[in-house]
């Protein structure tokens, strides 16, 4: 095992894709964003390639490559996230599957490739760079929760120029920035297409957004059913007991 950790690093288990991946409590460790966004993307189930930016440790990539035979391709700006994101390909034995890039998710597309790809997730910095959070826990919690490297419009120009026509972009945020997420996608030919609110419990205000758009789609929104995280008894619902536990495609 020692081969494979640093530091104060640890081997968890996604216990659903039945992966294990490297996580530090000081650098990253991800969030049930990640897993929401893992699931209610739309993905092909055989072929193409997939394009996971700021994709931190790579849980995105290793949460698609259980639901897709599909090329992935992880972006990550922190060499040190981009390190553990490696070895955990490696210790899944999923190096034929996902790659890693190291790179500025703005400068991507140069470096990928323009309109090759169908489809793109994102779970972007939510912060401002002037927002106070807790941005002094750590340099790499800063930077992957703060708009300090990337703001949300450049993730979605980004995102489209990635894209084929047709091609599917899926963020996970916050509900408050949703006019800021749909202004830009049209900006950049994304026509959002499926939305979802995840909310803390029923009685609560929505605090997690799921957006779906198609590159130069015709406009047809549809809002999906909402999606609680906790019952009343404060553990988790079925819904998210099943993305977390079990209930493999």
Known sequence: MEQ????????????????RIIQSPSVFSFSLDAVLLS??????????????????????????????????????LQPRLYDMAQRSIAYNKLEQQIDMV??????????????????????PPYFLANELSDKNVSEHYAIARHEIHLTLEEAIASSSRLLKQGGKAAFVHRPGRLLDIVTAMRANRLEPKRIQFVYPKQGKEANTLLIEAIK???PDLKVLPPLY??????????????LLYGNKE
């Open 4 to 19: 494979w950790l640093q530091g104060d690093e640890r081997l968890d288990y996604l216990l659903a894709e039945d992966l």
């Open 39 to 76: 699931r209610f993307v739309q993905v092909p189930k055989q072929r193409g390639h997939i394009v996971d930016l700021c994709s931190g440790n790579g849980v995105i990539p290793l949460f698609l490559s259980a639901r897709t035979k599909a090329k992935i391709t992880g972006v990550e």
């Open 102 to 123: 190291l790179g500025d998710v703005k400068d991507i597309p140069n470096t990928l490739g323009i309109e090759k790809y169908e489809v793109v997730t994102c779970n």
């Open 216 to 218: 130069d789609g015709k």
């Open 229 to 242: 995280v906790y019952a009343d008894n404060d553990e988790y619902t079925a819904e998210v007991r099943a």
